[in-house]
């Protein structure tokens, strides 16, 4: 049972990627106010919780429903959080696109601090995968819940002590973390949109028609 949560506590931790959520939280949140950080930070967390929330009770019904392999998600995923470190590794300091979002908060946390820094399509299908209703009862998809709670805990824990990080190099030395860490999410990306097509061209996908 406890190896079993290990393994559980792990695979949500590398999908979610609590690390890799700093960089971007960082450079979307650069030059606001403290109390708007936090607020960012909050909203983004409880997003991306409703969000996984969501997929655990009906996110197989759904894919099932509509015939979509969970690959496909990885493939979308993957180009998206690609767009997002191309425009970190080349976009301006501010761009007005930026300055325009910053009048609303909940914009900037549902995208892309919650959607797909921290509830990435692969923290999606593990949920789903690790809440299989094939396999899994309803205490152990309970287990499984309150583990991904926990990580997401400690998510929220480490996007405060990023405010702390961020007054200590200002703005410039956000700015270049912004594009270093662009080009360690773009690898990333390309490794999701990879792993993706590869997966699904290697497993029987079910035809659409």
């Known amino acids: 049972m406890f190896d079993s949560l290990v393994v559980q506590f792990v695979v ?65 995923g993957g180009l998206v959080l ?13 761009p007005e696109h930026e300055i325009k979002m910053r009048t609303n908060i909940n914009e900037l946390a549902v995208y892309p601090l919650a959607v797909p820094s921290i509830a990435s399509p692969g923290a999606m299908m593990a949920i789903v995968l690790l809440t299989d209703n094939h396999r899994f009862n309803f205490v152990e998809q309970s287990v499984t819940a309150g583990i991904m709670a926990l990580v997401l805990f400690i998510t929220y824990i480490l996007l405060m002590l990023a405010n702390r990080v961020q007054h200590l190099i200002g703005n410039s030395g956000a700015a270049i973390i912004s594009r270093v860490m662009g080009l360690i999410l773009a690898s990333v990306a390309v490794n999701n949109l990879l792993v993706g097509i590869r997966d699904f061209f290697t497993q029987q996908v079910t035809p659409l028609s």
């Open 12 to 76: 949500l931790w590398a999908v979610i990627d609590p690390i890799g959520s700093i960089p971007v939280y960082l450079a979307k949140t650069s030059g606001l106010a403290l109390e708007d950080r936090k607020k960012i930070a909050r909203n983004a967390i409880l997003i991306s919780f409703g969000i996984l929330f969501f997929f655990l009770i009906s996110g197989q019904l759904l894919l099932e429903a509509m015939q979509i392999p969970l690959s496909a998600f990885q493939i979308a």
């Open 82 to 94: 690609l767009i997002f470190a191309l425009m970190m590794i080349f976009g301006e300091s501010k």
